[in-house]
């Protein structure tokens, strides 16, 4: 990425000719799962080496402090560089961010390439590491569990009132199309749980997403049966006026063919016959004032 004036990281295609910052996988994957942000920010220039920085990354909520240098074999390979993370922000948002970032890496991030130069330069053991990230994770599993168990909950709540709802009589609503979508909305549940198994976050989401509309269409009360096209439809279809077709038909014979005596004029006529028409018979009836009668003012004299 690159340097702006400002010290914010840009993409590569950023017109001016600013100095280049190489992200590692760990702080591209940062950026990615931190979702909408301001533009990072560098507290601190890389050296020569391109990996010994500090960089900012914050939205309204969270912040976080990225600290990359290395910690064994003078810098001279990919794997001698750590990043220390200070994130700050609600317990909420840091654990999900926790979950998506070891989602997205595919791999352990608390396991380092060279353990005893780890502990050394960290000042934690790798369980202690492993622990500190685990915690995190379990917290934001925990959540979103719970989450889907409220739609589990909302779901056997909305089955239970069919019987009310089919004793009301609610207009465009009938229970076997309500215990499909319901049905629907118990298997999105299911298949948001598997994601969450796989520690998918997005298809977690998307899942509770869809489980939420179709509890939406089975519900009643929430008066969203019909979609806004089928009202139109409807509103449409009620102010339609009743029109006769043969009286249409009728007027549509009438002007269909022009009578016979009335003089067809070509193109080729119509250009001869405007040929003589100069710019004078254009002023013709319009009043020219002579110039005697235009005052005449000295614009040269000054006050």
Known sequence: MKIDSDNRLRHMNWPENTPTLFLGDVADSILRCFGAHEPPKLVQHPGFDQQKWIMVV????????IRSRSYWGFGLFDSCFLNELIIEGPLDRRSRFVFDLQASLGRNPWEPAFGIM??????????????????????????MNEE???????????????????????????????????EEARRQIEISRNALHDNNAAGFERALARAESALIEADPTTE?????????????????????????????????????????????EVATSTSDVTADDLLTGIEIESNEDIPFVDLTESE
């Open 58 to 65: 914050k939205d309204s909520t969270m912040r976080i402090e």
């Open 224 to 268: 969203v049966t019909r979609t806004p096209f089928q009202e139109a439809d409807e509103l449409l279809l009620e102010t339609t006026i009743d029109i006769d077709e043969e009286i249409i038909e009728e007027q549509i014979l009438i002007h269909e063919e022009l009578p016979d005596e009335i003089e067809r004029i070509t193109p080729v």
């Open 118 to 143: 780890w502990k050394r330069a960290t000042k934690a053991s790798g369980r202690e590491h492993q622990e500190a990230w685990e915690e995190l994770v379990k917290y934001a599993r925990e959540q």
């Open 148 to 182: 889907a168990h409220k739609y589990v909950q909302r779901l056997e709540g909305l089955e239970a009132k069919f019987d009310e709802f089919a004793e009301a009589d609610f207009k465009n609503w009938n229970v076997d199309e309500a215990e499909s979508h319901v």
